[in-house]
C-alpha cells in the first residue's frame, strides 16, 4: 500500500511568519495534488504538480515536486489568519487512472 | 455553478439501518469517488466510477455499495449501517485529462 506521510501534524504560528509542510512517500507519483479544507466543507483544490524538480507559486504559496517525484513541499511566507486549515497532499500512482491517495493532512493555525 | 452537492449532510442511523448518500455533479465530469475521512486516517477511497457505466472499488469497500445513475449521479448505499462506519463521506468528481478533484461539502454520518 502507497502512503503519503505530512508533517507537520499541526500547527499553530503568528501571523506574519513562515512556514513549510511536508509530504513524502517511498512510491513514485505521476502527480500530486495540495487542497487546503476548511472546518464544515470540501477539500479544495490548490494546485497540482506534475514534473519531478517543478515549483509553482500561488501568491504567498510555493509548491514544489521532489526530483524523484516521490516528496513535496508547500511553503508559505508571511503566514495570514485566513491560510488557517487542513492542507492535503495527494497523490496518482498510475497515470491516468485519477485514484488518488491522500495523506493524513497537517492541521494549520495562524493566530493574528 | 453548484459543482458537487450531496445529500444529506447530516444523519443519524441506528447499527443494522440502511440509508443512501447521493451526490450529484453539474460540470460534466466523467469520474466520480466517494471518500470517507476519519481522524489520523485522511480520505480513503471507497468506490469510483471512471465514467457512467462503470464503477470499481478503492481501498475500503466492505459494507457499501454504489450505483452511478447517469453522468451527473453517483450514490453510495450502506445496506446495514455499523459504528465502524461513522466517519464524513466526500463525493468527488474530475474531468478526462485534468488531474485533481472537485469536491461536494461531505455528509457527516453517526451510527450508534
Known amino acids: 500500500t502507497q502512503l503519503l506521510e505530512q508533517s507537520p501534524q499541526f500547527l499553530s504560528i503568528q501571523e506574519g511568519e513562515n512556514l513549510t509542510v511536508y509530504c513524502n512517500s517511498s512510491s513514485v507519483f505521476s502527480s500530486l495534488q495540495w487542497y487546503r479544507q476548511e472546518p464544515g466543507e470540501g477539500p479544495v483544490l490548490l494546485v497540482t504538480v506534475v514534473t519531478g524538480g517543478e515549483v509553482k507559486k500561488l501568491k504567498r504559496l510555493t509548491f514544489q515536486f521532489g526530483d524523484a517525484r516521490k516528496d513535496s513541499s508547500l511553503h508559505i511566507t508571511a503566514a495570514q489568519p485566513g491560510d488557517t486549515g487542513l492542507y492535503l497532499c495527494a497523490g496518482d500512482p498510475s497515470a491516468g487512472t485519477y485514484k488518488y491517495i491522500f495523506g493524513t493532512g497537517t492541521r494549520l493555525k495562524v493566530l493574528a | 455553478n453548484a459543482g458537487v452537492t450531496q445529500n444529506p449532510k447530516f444523519q443519524v442511523l441506528k447499527t443494522g439501518q440502511s440509508m443512501t448518500l447521493q451526490c450529484a455533479q453539474d460540470m460534466n465530469h466523467n469520474s466520480m469517488y466517494w471518500y470517507r475521512q476519519d481522524p489520523g486516517m485522511g480520505l480513503r477511497l471507497i468506490y469510483y466510477?471512471?465514467?457512467?457505466?462503470?464503477?470499481d472499488k478503492g481501498e475500503v469497500p466492505n459494507g457499501y455499495n454504489v450505483s452511478r445513475l447517469n453522468k451527473r449521479e453517483f450514490s453510495l448505499r450502506l445496506e446495514s449501517a455499523a459504528p465502524s462506519q461513522t466517519s464524513v463521506y466526500f463525493c468527488?468528481?474530475?474531468?478526462?485529462?485534468?488531474?485533481?478533484?472537485?469536491f461536494g461539502s461531505g455528509t457527516r454520518l453517526t451510527v450508534v
Open positions: 468527488a468528481s474530475s474531468r478526462q485529462g485534468f488531474r485533481g478533484y472537485t
Open positions: 466510477s471512471a465514467s457512467e457505466g462503470t464503477t
